[in-house]
């Protein structure tokens, strides 16, 4: 299990949009699990799960990203989880690392600091 946490310089939306175009629309065993928006005035709650498919260890990986704004500046924690093979032990060969930190590069640009 891999997790990540960060604060970026756009709003919510804009960051699931550029999460969406990178990750999924950028890759052929990317698909979008499900979206989950809540809106109050303008605070935004955006929970995006995400699953792709790696090769390496034969099977998928899931991703969790929720991002908001509640705080007045945007923060985004990212959980990959689900890549590892084996009933008893947790060994992914880096699947769950490399799909989070794939959502934190997609959001590189706009990383105003740590979460």
Same mark, same amino acid.
């Given at each position: 299990?891999?997790?990540?946490?960060?604060?970026?310089?756009?709003?919510?939306?804009?960051?699931?949009?550029?999460?969406? !175009?990178?990750?999924?629309?950028?890759?052929?065993?990317?698909?979008?699990?499900?979206?989950? *928006?809540?809106?109050? +005035? %303008?605070? /935004?709650?955006?929970?995006?799960?995400?699953?792709?498919?790696?090769?390496?260890?034969?099977?998928?990986? !899931?991703?969790?990203?929720?991002?908001?704004?509640?705080?007045?500046?945007?923060?985004?924690? *990212?959980?990959?989880? +689900? %890549?590892? /093979?084996?009933?008893?032990?947790?060994?992914?060969?880096?699947?769950?690392?490399?799909?989070?930190?794939?959502?934190?590069?997609?959001?590189?640009?706009?990383?105003?600091?740590?979460?």
């Amino acid at each position: 299990m891999s997790v990540k946490n960060f604060n970026v310089s756009i709003s919510p939306s804009e960051a699931v949009d550029i999460i969406q !175009s990178e990750i999924l629309r950028g890759s052929i065993s990317g698909t979008l699990v499900d979206h989950y *928006v809540r809106t109050t +005035g %303008s605070a /935004e709650f955006h929970v995006l799960i995400m699953e792709k498919y790696y090769m390496r260890s034969n099977n998928r990986a !899931s991703v969790t990203a929720t991002i908001d704004n509640f705080d007045g500046k945007t923060r985004v924690h *990212v959980v990959a989880a +689900g %890549s590892s /093979e084996g009933v008893f032990f947790r060994f992914d060969w880096g699947a769950g690392n490399n799909f989070a930190t794939s959502v934190e590069r997609a959001l590189g640009q706009y990383i105003v600091g740590g979460g």
